[in-house]
């Protein structure tokens, strides 16, 4: 039974015109069509009433921020938080009854958008070895199973693996247990996400982050946004991108596909602008070629360079250059030898786009770079980014108002998790703490991250696996071979809200532990509890549940995590149990390891949260010589062989991640269909297909030949020899043994592929 691939059974596609216009009017009747479906409307207006205000809890749809000080009513919520919250305040369950009825295998030929529809699970379950269905079991049984086991194998046989919803309490707790247990072993959503940035952004400012605040984008000149696509997964990002507008500033888009919400939006919090055309978001589309972000950055920079010497000063900031700089002699030495016109060769561009587009970026004082998996998911990530920096250096714009590098983050907590430790290596200052703080020896050898867990699962390394949220199998590239690794296992345990397919693709024996959403009441001993996440910008802000949930058998991630740790470590120097009782006092022990966190009780009781420390907004740099560091990348352009196409995985509009809420992409008039293939129509012609035809695709990396069948082609306005599809459904042509070279993050936006009919 092969329950890891989605099933491959077409459901009717139906192509209208892509939108030109994103969010408004439409947008909000989707959204509220999707509470009504699933909430009663009652409880669905007053979850929306709370959602992201003062007392209220964070939106777990993005880590895009919140306005600071102005969390007025109904301030800022937009379609993709309004369907995260429906999705997860949906009043069907699933428990003893719909198990008994479905077993594991049959529930492998549900899409996942009939897995995710089933309701909420409502009881803890186990899949006993050889057993087809799951069964009820009490919490105290599934505990001790658990313990049992992770106390039978080695400590690195264990993998936990995080999804960035996880708050910062439960993560900080997560990430102690593995490490008293003795092991690095925290892959994380962001390996998959953000970690080329992580990598890119460390060595070269000293800080893994971004620098930007809201304000600096309101008042940037120039916003260049790359590899993005904010209408549909960050949608209040599009009001900040409108004020920017307003004050005056210009806007770029990168991107192979030209995305509605890039283009126009009507802002759905400001009923004047509705009946209006909206606000021209971007000035300059350049519609590149799929992975060829380096060779633009790099000919804007030899653009300038080039001006720069006939006038020196006029088009670099010399100052800052000197100042907080070092490596200019090798960003020059590496302009010299570029060619420009064999770079905009690559990027398939139009010349003239090019060199205006460059004029841009000359007439701006203050840039910002917003970018997000279209740069971050290929095998030159790392080095796309430093050129992207090395753009930022160049023209001084970092570390003032208006100015800067903005990674966007995904999922809501996703930075917040890696500031409080979850990562597969540990950092010395770390270690020092834990170390004092809780009078234990941390492991210090690196953990595996998702693709390096893949590896040990497939060679039978890993006995247990824990997911904290998320769906492995489904979010990772390779899918034949990650669910190899998790047949391997001894035992899988998923902390989950909803069903998806990691629940399906088991070990010998598996747990669901149903937990509480960011959305639900948390009483604990203690009382009512409230957590914390990091949003985008590095601001830390409470999240209280409001909805009382009372007709499930849930336990918090904290307490999940707490009594887990408490059975299985026996003579653990953390206190399990108080910290349980009262998430203050893991608050408490956060400020004493972590540094930024200092008053963390009090300060996160702010209206506004607060920022934790960020040098490069400062210029500062930790770096080895405290100055920003310049790169000499290599390019490394894609040559395709006759008959290949570069395939980019994108998200539909109806979807979170592996969570798919409808099947529509409207934005892109792809309707009632997720198995397409976005194709140019003169290579549809060139192949010999028609629009709609079925397909299969191949790839073939490292001498395997990875298939995805059943796929329907769609005319679309794309570069030639560039194709896009869905992720999960085409994680199956993702290779495993390719990925971004010194991050290792999945190359999930730049795979070969061939097309088969
Ligand atoms: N509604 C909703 N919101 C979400 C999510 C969701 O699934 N649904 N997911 C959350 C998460 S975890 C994340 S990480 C973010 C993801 O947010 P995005 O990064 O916006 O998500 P993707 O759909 O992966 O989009 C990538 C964009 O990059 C473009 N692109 C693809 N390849 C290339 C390339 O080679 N170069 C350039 N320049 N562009 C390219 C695509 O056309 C697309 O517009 O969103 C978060 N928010
Ligand atoms: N091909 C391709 N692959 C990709 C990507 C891509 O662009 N293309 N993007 C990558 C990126 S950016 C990311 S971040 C990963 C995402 O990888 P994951 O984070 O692993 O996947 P999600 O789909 O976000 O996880 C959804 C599951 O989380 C659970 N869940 C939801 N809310 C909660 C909660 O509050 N608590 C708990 N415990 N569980 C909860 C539900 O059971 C739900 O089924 O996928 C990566 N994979
Ligand atoms: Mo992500």
Redesign the pocket.
Known sequence: MSNERTPERLTGLQVKKPTTIAAGIPALRYSLKHVNEYMHTGDGLQTLAKLNQKGGFDC?GCAWPDPDGSRTPMAEYCENGVKAIAE?ATKRRIGADFFAEHSVDELGTWTDYEL?KSGRIAQPLHLRPGAQNYTPITWAEAFQRMSDKLKEIDPDEAVFYT????SNEAAFLYQLFARQLGTNNLPD??N??HESTSAALAEVLGLGKGSVTLEDIHAADLIICMGQNPGTNHPRMLSALEKMKENGGRMISVNPLPEPGLMRFVNPQRPLKVVTRGTDLTDLFLQIRINEDQSLLRAWLKILYEREKESPGNYFDQDFVRDHTSGYDKLVAMLEATDLEACIANTGLDRDLVMESAGLIHGSGRIIICYA?GLT?HENSVDTIKELVNLLLAKGSIGKPGAGICPVR??SN?QGDRTVGIWDKLKPELADALRRHYAFEPPTEDGYDVVKTMEAMEAGKVKFFLG?????V????DTERTARGLRNCDMTVH????L?RSHLVHGMEAFILP?Y??TEVDLQAGGEQFVSCENSMGVVQMSKGVLEVDDMNLMS?VAIVCELARRTLPNSTAPWVEYRKDYDTIRDAIAACIPGFEGYNEKVRQPAGFYLPNGPRHRQFATSDEKAQFSATELSPHRLAPGEFLMT???AHDQ????IYGLHDRYRGVHNERRIVLMHEDDIAAIGAVAEQVVDLKSEYGGTERWARTFQLVPYSIPRGCVAMY??E??VL?PSEVTARGSNC?I??SVRVRVVF
């Open positions: 777990p997860e995710g999804s960035g919803r996880t959503c962001s998959m996400c998996m998911q995904g999922h996703v904290m949220g998320g769906n492995f489904s979010a990772t590239p902390v989950s809200t909803k998806n937990c959403g960011r991630e995985t994108v998200r979170y991640n592996t969570t992720f999960p085409a994680n993702v999945p999930s936006k």
